[in-house]
């Protein structure tokens, strides 16, 4: 099942990196922010899932939880995922 979502333009733009991929521009978002919008999407998607993102990012170290709580402030989920940062550091 496909779903779309809308993003303001910083939230769409911030944290995404542009790679080539068989010579055609891609834009993929880095671990951080993929797990601040988990949390923004934790409804639809489910809490467990988004907190099995937190702990698998901090797991393989792919972000900190300082990059992680920026991403979180600009999707407006800091408040949300302040506890869990918290227990996690």
């Known amino acids: 099942m496909v779903?779309?979502?809308r993003?303001?333009?910083v939230s769409l733009t911030a944290?995404?990196?542009s790679h080539q991929i068989e010579?055609?521009?891609v834009r993929v978002t880095i671990p951080a922010?993929?797990?601040a919008?988990?949390?923004k999407y934790r409804n639809k998607i489910g809490l467990d899932v988004a907190l099995e993102a937190l702990r698998e990012c901090r797991r393989l170290r792919r972000a900190t939880p300082n990059q992680?709580?920026?991403f979180a402030k600009v999707n407006r989920?800091?408040?949300v995922m302040r506890p869990y940062l918290e227990a996690l550091a």
């Open 23 to 25: 010579g055609v521009p």
């Open 7 to 9: 993003y303001s333009a």
């Open 3 to 5: 779903r779309f979502v």
């Open 15 to 17: 944290g995404s990196e």
């Open 68 to 70: 992680i709580a920026q």
């Open 33 to 35: 922010k993929t797990v």
């Open 37 to 39: 919008d988990c949390f």
């Open 77 to 79: 989920v800091f408040n």
